[in-house]
Structure formats: C-alpha cells, structure tokens
C-alpha cells in the first residue's frame, strides 16, 4: 500500500502486530486474510499508516513497561530508604556500652587480611574492655552514645590526670577516638551528632 503519511510504498505482513506473531497458512483462511486486508485498507484511506501505527503502539507499550519498571524500582528505593532509616534511628540510640560491644566484636577482633597483614587487636579488646569497665562504664556506659557531649568526656580523662594517671588518661582519649570512628562511621549518627563527637578526631 502506499503510505498516507510518508507517500511511500510499504509491504507489511497482514498479522504483524498480531500479539501471538505471524499469523499465516495454513493457521489463517483465506477469509480471515481478506477481512484483515480490509482492515488495513480502512486504516490507510482514515490517512493511517498501519505499519507506523503498530510501531507506535509497540513503543508505547516499551516506554510503559520502562515507566512501571522505573516506578517499582523508585518504590523499592523508598521501602529500602525507609527500612534503612528505622534501623539507623534503632542504632543511633544505642548505649555507650552496647557501642562498645559492637566495636569490640567488629573491629577489636585478631583477623588477618587477604594479604596476611593482622587487623584487630591481638587479645580480642581484652585490654580495651578492663579499662572501659573501670573508667568510662560506671560514668556513662548507661547513657546513649548519640546524647554523649563534650564535658561529659573530657571529665572521663580529667579524673585520671587528676590523679596523675596521664598515661591512663591518653590510653582512654586513643581508644575513646577509635570507637567513636567507628561509630561515625558504622553506626550512622546523625550529621549533628558527628559534629558533637568529631572533637576527639
């Protein structure tokens, strides 16, 4: 037929846009060809283009299927989104102490790399745990690490210079610096909540 649109002639199949693909002899009679054959003439003296139309319909029905692909994958971000923040809030008002447990088992742990280099502490944050116990649980082990502030560590290292334990002091400022890291880092505080940690960075 001769296109009402491009005025050029075009040669299509009469079941082209059949959803189930060609269909032809034997599976089509004859009569079902000229009824399909007078359908597309009606198309064409309309002004329309069969073969374009069914181009356009299969490109409709792509773009539908990449819309609804697209909508699915932004409501799968958001469920995610919304589970991740739940379990940021969750981990964000976590204790000093169960930070600490956390951090020992994650980080305090003697592992080795794939490159054989030992990552962790060698006694598994035994060390760590003595002095944690003695020092810096009966102030605030209780207390949400997120709620924590300044003062509230400097009077942790400020007992132990006061009573001439320097040493104890810096022991306790390193490994204090070293779980809030972790924290920052791991356990998703709050922007504002880095910012009230970052000081012993």
């Known amino acids: 037929f001769k296109s009402p649109v491009s005025g050029k002639q075009v040669r299509t199949q009469l079941w082209a846009d059949n959803e189930q693909g060609v269909i032809g002899f034997p599976d089509a009679s004859l009569e079902e060809a000229k009824r399909r054959a007078g359908q597309l003439r009606a198309l064409v003296a309309d002004g329309i283009d069969p073969v374009m139309q069914a181009e356009q319909k299969r490109q409709g029905e792509l773009q539908a299927a990449e819309s609804e692909r697209q909508r699915v994958a932004d409501d ?6 919304a589970i991740a923040a739940t379990e940021a809030e969750s981990l964000r008002r976590k ?68 009573a001439g334990k320097a040493r104890t002091a810096n022991v306790l400022l390193t490994d204090l610096k070293q779980m809030l890291d972790f924290a920052l880092a791991f356990i998703l505080l709050r922007p504002q909540g880095s910012g009230q940690l970052r000081f012993l960075g």
């Open 76 to 81: 799968q971000r958001q469920r995610d989104a």
């Open 95 to 162: 204790t000093v102490r169960q930070v600490f447990d956390q951090w020992r088992a994650t980080e305090l742990q003697p592992l080795f790399r794939a490159d054989g280099k030992r990552i962790g502490r060698k006694d598994g944050g035994q060390y760590v745990f003595e002095q944690f116990t003695r020092h810096v649980f009966p102030a605030i082990g209780a207390r949400v690490l997120e709620d924590i502030r300044k003062p509230d560590l400097l009077a942790l290292l400020d007992v132990q210079i006061a």
